[in-house]
């Protein structure tokens, strides 16, 4: 199966699979492009194309094109059963280096300084409670001031006004890092923010490598080609060539700004709300006739759940297969429709007492803190399925014998279930809470009488029987 090699080619692809609703009629970016967006992935099943952007003439958008696990498949040339034995072997290979090319599609535009104007740009606003129009789809590119390292990350990006935008970044990730070093040093931040590129770029940018691979070599692995890169007009950063649309400038340091609210993965608009960093934009660069990437985040099902799920699936699976020596591990699914990877379920088949309480303690201490209930189900138990697991659930949980809770952790900060342990004044905001495994196995297969005692009863003739044969 072939990769498509930038956005463009990746939307055709889609479009032949049957995966888009087409929207010709004149939408708002800034009053239903959200809603537009979102009931045609809940509603449809469809990703969405708006090819009349009403005051954007020129500009077409598209959103939830990466938001299901066919579409990040067709994305990176594989299949939805092979999705994870397929990123398995390619983490294995490790990073490719990108090249630079001398110009690119993405410098057909070029605008700089004073003729910088965000707001004549199709940005759109997600949800009712929204401060205002946001960025969700950006892969932010910085150079750490100190070491050198390169990183790529998504963030969102509140727009302020014709040359200003906020950011809100995860404390103690690599882009905070990176300007808490800046700031130490009263200097700028160079930053670049990269819209519309092949769907690979943006999941490695929601990928946790270690802190010296470069997200956007790991791309070119996943693409088996070298991502080509163009030097920015008004910094020294390298973007994709290919890119619908890139916005450079930089972090300013010692100041913050009011920023929020923002609908967020968990569907919830407050957290994360305050002060924070603010961007200043020197230049905008982009295609000729550009496509606005309108990831839609918030309320599930959003982009936002699914790019956080899959790389957590597979990071979570290599940090569980070897606990103990080994782990009869069958599937690793992040949950999202319950919203932000908060839930984390993994299926195996347990060999001896206590395997499934090392298992979900290792599925709550890897290096996403986005999990903080972790499930376990046999091997006959369907994770993708809300009607199994809950079966599971009910029918094989003991409370007291089968759950624990881990007091005192790190929570996600967006996590409004979990209390603040700053102010919402400071910057980063830190929330402290817990975690809980529970164990829906059955029996060890150590025990096999026991385990028997769960097997699941089928109704008479099932594997012989057709409904749909018996129907005149």
Known sequence: MSIPKDLREFLALLDREGEFAHIKKPVDPKQNLGALAWQGENQLGKATWFHNLQGHPGWQAVSYAETSRKRL?????????GFIPHMRELLKQGPTPSVTV????VKEVIIKGDDVDLTKLPFHKMYEEDGGPY?????????????????????????????????YMVPGRHTDLAYQKANKQNAPLPFALVLGVQPALILCACWTFPKDVYELDMAGTFLGNAVQMVKCETNDLMVPADAELVLEGYLVPGELREEGPFTEHTGYARAGAGKNPYIKITAVTHRKDPIYYALQGGKPIASSQVLDALPQEIGIWERIKDVGGFVDLKDVVSLPYAGGSHIIVIQFTPRIEGEATDVLLAALSSQYIHPKIAIAVDDDIDPHDPKELFW???????????TFVIPG????????????????????????GSKIGIDATKPPTRRPDDRDYFTRSVPRGWSTTNVREWIE
């Open 73 to 81: 498949a067709l994305a990176l040339g594989t299949t939805v059963k």
């Open 102 to 105: 001398p110009t690119g599609p």
């Open 135 to 167: 960025i969700g789809g950006g892969i932010g590119i910085i150079r750490d001031p100190e070491t050198g390292e390169l990183n790529a990350a998504l963030h969102r990006h509140q727009i302020f006004n014709q040359s200003e935008m906020g950011i």
């Open 392 to 402: 599971s659930l009910s029918t094989r949980v003991d409370p007291q014998r089968d």
């Open 409 to 432: 952790t790190h929570g996600h900060p967006l996590d409004a279930s979990l209390p603040l342990i700053t102010t919402k004044l400071e910057h980063p905001q830190v929330r402290r």
